[in-house]
């Protein structure tokens, strides 16, 4: 029985984390390299995708970047990408390990819409802000919010509670 259960939900699941794991990804290259105006309306809106992994940043952002990258450089390092991206990376981790597991699945769904309805507000508020260059990135975490949204569905679908035991006459 557990077999059938771990195949049918290990790809919606994979479809969520990993929709998930390319909005991260997208909005730390897009606020590393300057794509949406200035740094700070990327690092707000990580803020609010990873929220409860990123308060961790907070106290520690200003201290791990002076030891990781020194003075502040003019060139742009691995990490500012990693700096930026890890509360993401790790909230993926949770929810991969939510959603996985048959006591958490609960949990994990709860988590996996509220994180999906970030991107897609995030994906809404980059595509139709004021200021015009900004508009076009938008739209990519809304196409990864889309598919966190079908990994959602779709991992909705029943499974059998239990095929292996049958009534025999």
């Known amino acids: 029985m ?3 259960i771990s ?26 390299d300057n794509h949406l ?3 700070l309306y990327g690092k707000l ?16 952002d200003s201290w791990l970047r002076v030891t990781l990258i020194g003075e502040p450089a003019v060139d742009i390092t691995f990490w500012d990408y990693f700096l930026l991206a890890w509360p993401g990376v790790v ?17 994990g769904q709860v988590l996996s819409r509220l994180l ?11 595509t139709f802000d004021g200021w015009a260059p900004r508009r076009p990135y938008g739209w990519p975490l809304l196409v990864c919010g889309l598919g966190m949204v079908i990994g959602l569905l779709a991992n909705r679908t029943d499974v059998p509670k239990n095929t292996a035991a049958k009534s025999e006459p």
Request: glycine share 4%; with cysteine.
């Open 37 to 39: 105006g200035d740094q």
């Open 45 to 60: 809106l990580m803020l609010l995708m990873a929220f409860p992994v990123s308060l961790a940043t907070l106290p520690t």
């Open 2 to 4: 557990m077999r059938i």
């Open 116 to 126: 999906a309805g970030v991107v897609i507000l995030a994906g809404l508020a980059i």
């Open 7 to 32: 195949r049918t939900l290990r790809l919606p699941a994979a479809v969520t984390v990993l929709s998930y794991m390319a909005a991260v990804c997208a909005l730390t290259w897009l606020t590393v």
């Open 91 to 107: 909230l993926a981790i949770i929810l991969t390990l939510l959603l996985i597991r048959q006591r958490t699945r609960i949990a």
